[in-house]
């Protein structure tokens, strides 16, 4: 049976050319404001076009990139999966992404055999620091509005894009409907004190089908990993 797709797993959707030729299904968006296509995009479809090509009880342990062209929004990105080396144990894979016949991307993926399916290396560790309670965290559109939107002479003049007023429509239903649902701390926006961390979180918006390959949370942190660097830039 063929797994229902959340908003995440449609926009990172592939079809296949061949044994290891991919290519996107939907366009590979560009954040609001901004021209070339969202670097996690390209990561996460590197990953997932590579996890196409090896067993099933290969996870991966290490991905590495490299961003060499931005990337059209409105043109299909094909991906070009390559064999490093292979042994009983271990898989390595390159990835090489193409547009409009130029090499945008490239990253290399290592994986391992698991030798046990019931073990789970995402959740492997023991602990972890302890989050401030959901109830100190505001919704990120509703944050976006009051504070960026209500104090536009503020935001504009550090991020230009917000000068034009017609892009805070994209970043207001980035944050609303978007494949990402975030939560901010109440400064998000407007820090009044000196700080080292900044605390905040985001989930898949659509839970993931339970039928899809387990393999898929590496690709939706793969997503992820670009969007939560992104948003610490402004701090």
């Keep these: 049976m063929t797994p229902r797709l959340n908003k995440l797993q449609k926009l990172l959707e592939l079809s296949q050319l061949s044994a290891t030729r991919f290519i996107t299904v939907s366009k ?3 954040p609001p404001g901004a021209k070339a296509t969202f670097g996690g ?3 996460a479809q590197s990953l997932l076009a590579s996890l196409y090509t090896v067993p099933a009880n290969f996870h991966p342990s290490s991905l590495h990139c490299y961003f060499l062209i931005g990337g059209d929004p409105q043109a299909s990105i094909q991906y070009d999966v390559q064999s490093l080396r292979q042994g009983r144990n271990f ?3 390159e990835i090489k992404a193409y547009q409009h016949d130029r090499l945008i991307f490239c990253s290399t993926v290592l994986f391992y055999r698991v030798k046990s399916l019931t073990h789970d290396s995402l959740h492997h560790v023991k602990k972890v620091a302890s989050l401030p309670p ?3 965290y505001e919704v ?3 944050l976006f509005e009051k504070e960026v939107v209500g104090n536009l002479e503020r935001y504009s003049r550090i991020n230009p894009t917000l000068s034009d007023r017609s892009n805070l429509k994209d970043f207001v239903d980035r944050f ?3 494949v990402v649902d975030y939560r901010f701390p109440r400064d998000m ?3 009044k004190h000196a700080t080292d961390t900044l605390d905040y979180y985001l989930r898949v918006r659509d839970p993931i089908a339970p039928e899809t390959d387990p393999r898929y949370n590496y690709v939706a942190l ?4 670009d969007s939560y660097l992104l948003l610490t830039l402004p701090y």
């Excluded at 793969?222 to 990993?225: D, E, I, K, Q, V």
């Design 28 to 30: 590979p968006l560009a």
């Design 41 to 43: 995009t390209l990561v």
């Design 91 to 93: 898989i390595h894979r």
């Design 134 to 136: 959901q109830s100190e």
């Design 140 to 142: 990120a559109h509703r």
């Design 176 to 178: 609303e409907k978007g």
């Design 189 to 191: 926006f407007h820090s």
């Design 222 to 225: 793969a997503y992820f990993s």
